[in-house]
């Protein structure tokens, strides 16, 4: 399985991003797809979570208002759309496949058996 993000990059605060992930390999039988992020110094955080069906999907309570997790256009693509972007918001944003533990564990890091290689978001304020 391979897991690649695209969209990070150097933006103003206040603008919109729009982060994909692309998952390749045997997907099979994976319940779904999760972002998490990483600020200089800190844990790796969950951001948000979806079922590759598109039924279900949760995004981390203090984000809900400006945090969007959705199916991407292209097969096994996942989307992260921020508005209203802070400088808070820098880290490096991961993409990883919930392979096992299904959506009730969603949250956690552990959950997930493959990660891509980071998208880097920088917020300038």
């Known amino acids: 399985v391979q897991l690649q993000a695209s969209g990070g990059g150097l933006v103003q605060a206040g603008d919109s991003l729009r982060l994909s992930c692309t998952a390749s390999?045997?997907?099979?039988?994976?319940?779904?797809i999760g972002w998490f992020r990483q600020a200089q110094g800190k844990e790796r955080d969950f951001v948000a979570y979806?079922?590759?069906?598109?039924?279900?999907?949760r995004v981390a309570n203090s984000l809900k208002d400006r945090f969007t997790i959705s199916r991407g256009i292209g097969k096994n693509t996942v989307d992260l759309q921020i508005s209203s972007l802070k400088h808070e918001d820098t880290a490096v944003y991961f993409c990883?496949?919930?392979?096992?533990?299904?959506?009730?564990?969603?949250?956690?890091?552990?959950?997930?058996?493959?990660w891509g290689q980071g998208a880097h978001v920088t917020v300038s304020s």
């Open positions: 990883g496949l919930n392979a096992r533990y299904g959506s009730d564990w969603a949250v956690h890091v552990s959950s997930y058996d493959y």
């Open positions: 390999g045997r997907t099979y039988g994976s319940y779904g």
């Open positions: 979806i079922t590759w069906s598109g039924d279900f999907n």
